[in-house]
Nanobody
Framework: VQLVESGGDSVQAGGSLRLSCVAS?????????VAWFRQAPGGEREGVAA????????YYADFVQGRFQISRDNAKTSAYLQMNSVKPEDTAMYFC?????????????????WGQGTQVTVS
C-alpha cells in the first residue's frame, strides 16, 4: 500500500496550487474516506478536508473558508486538493490519508494509510 503526494510548491499569497495523491495497493482507496492533513513546523497534524468514497460528501476545516476544494477520481485511484487564495498561514507539509468512511473530517488517528507529504510554502 502506498500513497504518493505531489504538487507542493512555493507560491505567493493569493495564488493557487493543486495537490495530487495517487494510491496503489489493495484496500487503500476504494470504499475509503480520503483526506488531506497538514502539519507546520512545531505544530500538530490537522485535518484540512475529507471526501466520501462516492464523492457525495465533503468535509472541510473551518479555516478553509471556501478556498480549497477536495475531489477524487476512483478510476485513477487519485485524490486532489485545489488550493486557491492561499495565505502564509497555509505553509505546511500536506499529507494524503485514507481510512474507513465516517461522516466527518475527523482526526489523524481515524486514518489508516498515509503518504510522505508534499511541502507547500506561501510567502
Amino acid at each position: 500500500v502506498q500513497l504518493v503526494e505531489s504538487g507542493g510548491d512555493s507560491v505567493q499569497a493569493g495564488g493557487s496550487l493543486r495537490l495530487s495523491c495517487v494510491a496503489s495497493g489493495d484496500g487503500s482507496f476504494f470504499g475509503k474516506r480520503v483526506a488531506w492533513f497538514r502539519q507546520a513546523p512545531g505544530g500538530e497534524r490537522e485535518g484540512v478536508a475529507a471526501i466520501s468514497p462516492s464523492s457525495y460528501d465533503k468535509y472541510y476545516a473551518d479555516f478553509v473558508q471556501g478556498r480549497f476544494q477536495i475531489s477524487r477520481d476512483n478510476a485513477k485511484t487519485s485524490a486532489y486538493l485545489q488550493m486557491n487564495s492561499v495565505k502564509p498561514e497555509d505553509t505546511a507539509m500536506y499529507f494524503c490519508a485514507t481510512g474507513p468512511f465516517l461522516a466527518r473530517l475527523g482526526t489523524a488517528d481515524e486514518y489508516t494509510f498515509w503518504g510522505q507529504g508534499t511541502q507547500v510554502t506561501v510567502s
